[in-house]
């Protein structure tokens, strides 16, 4: 079962945790349109005025809390930007977001970690740097970076946006 809320200016509609936008005003879900980066948006009505949103952004808003003040854009933590459930997005700054983005254009990343690594604060292990990347939301480089750092004794070396000391399965005594 989905969750879903009123969107916020636009009180005739609801946004669902996984990615639909219903419409009280025609009984029904809308259609969906894809721009030419691949973005999903919504025309959403409001005084006789049209209004384009992005679907991402809406479900997001309705569902997923920012890490800090400067997180003001969305990623889709899989790189796939058709799809909107709440539990693929993450908000980041702009600057970060747009790289996120690019790191899956250039795959592989060319100093990936195939070996597993683990994150120190939670144990949770990954099988290489890309998947621990993409299930944080993070830049692959600094997750490649922190590990690296900590493997030679500089524990100054954390994840944004997270708090994560990375480190490297074989390592750990």
């Not at 993070?138 to 708090?163: F, K, M, Q």
Request: aromatic letters at 10%; glycine letters at 6%.
């Amino acid at each position: 079962m989905t969750e879903f809320a009123a969107i916020e200016e636009f009180l005739d509609y609801e946004v669902h945790d996984d990615g639909r936008i219903y419409s009280h005003l025609s009984k029904r879900f809308l259609p969906i349109r894809v721009n030419h980066q691949g973005i999903r948006n919504i025309n959403l009505h409001r005084g006789g005025v049209d209004y384009c949103r992005s679907v991402a952004v809406l479900v997001a808003k309705a569902f997923v809390d920012p890490p800090d003040r400067r997180s003001n854009t969305v990623i889709h933590l899989d790189g796939d930007r058709g799809n909107l459930q709440a539990n693929n997005l993450a908000w980041r700054p702009r600057p970060f977001a747009i790289e996120y983005h690019k790191q899956f254009q250039n795959q592989p990343y060319q100093n990936r970690m195939y070996e597993p690594l683990i994150i120190h604060e939670t144990g949770e292990e990954f099988p290489d740097s890309w998947e621990l990347a993409k299930t944080y939301g993070l830049l692959e480089r600094a997750v490649v970076l922190s590990a690296a750092n900590i493997l030679h004794g500089h524990w100054n070396y954390t994840v944004y946006p997270t708090d994560h000391h990375i480190l490297i399965k074989r390592h750990i005594k």
